[in-house]
């Protein structure tokens, strides 16, 4: 079942070579269609069109973006859309720190899982150097008193001071810049 829209859309590129697309939200339905139709490339017009729509959507920000990435994944998968399927594990993977913490990423499995936390930015390795780093901090600290910073993942506004004790200027000092 395909709504009129979508067929128009459809009829208008097989007859054109070109299908004008007002509306973002009948992509992946067209995208479906033409799966179904076998039309390889209108399957790769809309990868590529979805991959500008993901882009409006998350200009001010992944985390708060109305957009199911996961979800739009899966349904790469499911009707077999490689390059969108590629460009999304990729997007997941660059984005893993805001992706995480959005309640789809519960939806990810088996292969996806894998390989989306084994090409994850940051990669593991480095939280694990930035924890033990944060725990010698404080032992340093503990031991001969807080000189300046008082974290990795804070922002603390201090001051710069030259040599005579006048202020220079405010810097916004984070060493961890993933956090």
Known sequence: ??????????????????????????VMDLLQFSHFMRETRLISWCEYLMSKVIERAVEQSIEKADIDIIGLLLTAQKYNAKQLEKFLLHFICTNYVPMKKKKEYALLTG?????????????????????????????????????????????????????????????????????
């Open 1 to 26: 079942q395909v709504s009129g829209n979508v067929f128009g859309t459809f009829l208008q590129y097989l007859y054109t070579d070109h299908a004008k697309i007002d509306d973002d939200r009948i």
């Open 111 to 179: 292969d996806n899982l894998s390989y989306i936390e084994n090409n994850r930015w940051p990669p593991k390795w480095y939280e694990d150097e930035c924890v033990k780093y944060e725990k010698a901090l404080k032992e340093w600290n503990a031991k001969y008193g807080n000189t300046r910073s008082s974290s990795l993942f804070s922002s603390k506004k201090n001051q710069n001071v030259d040599a005579n004790g006048n202020a220079i200027a405010n810097t916004n000092e984070s060493d961890c810049l993933i956090m």
